[in-house]
């Protein structure tokens, strides 16, 4: 069984179009968060939601909008995207963000390529 | 802030070497460290972790020290395979950031037969 899934696993596009990412968790964990990994693999933090609420937003540009229909889903949509916004893209959950022993669990990242 | 330093890769060793990377991190209060794996074209799983000073996690014959006095969390591993070929992170989750993950750069390992 997936514990966190992403949909699509690679997405290639043009730059200006609008897509989106899907996220989905079956751990019935509380947070659902988005990562971005660069092309040098630097990991950075873009949003963090607890129960459907945002609770982070890591001074990521408007064009990127995450929605959380409910708390096992985050979906991440960017509208005009831009060359720098190819990365791989990874969804993460955990059960209590108030806890600093919490775990997070990733999803198998999707690889975005905007051309 | 928080930050997290590791040794820049590539590490390459032969099998059944001996593996240390390095990690170093700077945090405000008592963060968790964390060790993550990412296998070529997969996501990122948990490794160990240590939650408080001088706990030790462990786990695939890969191990890890919280070392408060000398801020480090090394991950260390008697004898590797070419299986564990993979990209390593480093992490902290600190209450002042939120508990958010702050990760290192990572350190690429490659394992030759």
């Known amino acids: 069984d997936t514990a966190v899934s992403q949909t699509p696993k690679y997405l290639v596009t043009q730059m200006g179009n609008d897509k989106s990412i899907k996220c989905e968790q079956n751990?019935?964990?509380?947070?659902m968060y988005w990562y971005k990994q660069d092309s040098k693999k630097f990991l950075k933090i873009m949003f963090s939601?607890?129960?459907?609420?945002?609770?982070i937003n890591e001074t990521v540009p408007n064009r990127f909008s995450p929605k959380s229909p409910d708390k096992a889903h985050l979906n991440l949509h960017i509208n005009s995207l831009e060359l720098g916004d190819s990365a791989v893209y990874f969804c993460?959950?955990?059960?209590?963000?108030?806890?600093?022993?919490?775990?997070?669990?990733f999803g198998p990242g999707t690889r975005l390529t905007v051309l | 802030g928080n930050s997290v330093t590791q040794m820049e890769g590539p590490v390459t060793l032969s099998e059944e070497a001996f593996l240390t990377i390095n990690c170093t991190y700077t945090?405000?209060?008592?963060?968790?460290l964390f060790w993550y794996v990412q296998y070529p074209g997969e996501g990122l799983q948990l490794l160990l972790k240590?939650?408080?000073?001088?706990d030790k996690g462990s786990n695939k014959g890969f191990e890890a020290t919280y070392r408060k006095e000398t801020t480090s969390f090394h991950l260390e591993k008697g004898s590797v395979q070419v299986s564990d070929s993979a990209v390593y992170f480093c992490?902290?989750?600190?209450?002042?950031?939120?508990?958010?993950?702050?990760f290192g750069g990572g350190t690429r390992l490659m394992v030759k037969p």
């Open positions: 751990l019935g964990h509380d947070t």
């Open positions: 992490a902290l989750r600190a209450p002042t950031a939120g508990n958010m993950l702050t």
């Open positions: 945090a405000t209060g008592y963060p968790s």
């Open positions: 240590a939650t408080k000073a001088d």
């Open positions: 993460a959950s955990s059960q209590d963000v108030l806890s600093r022993t919490d775990t997070q669990y």
């Open positions: 939601y607890n129960n459907k609420e945002l609770i």
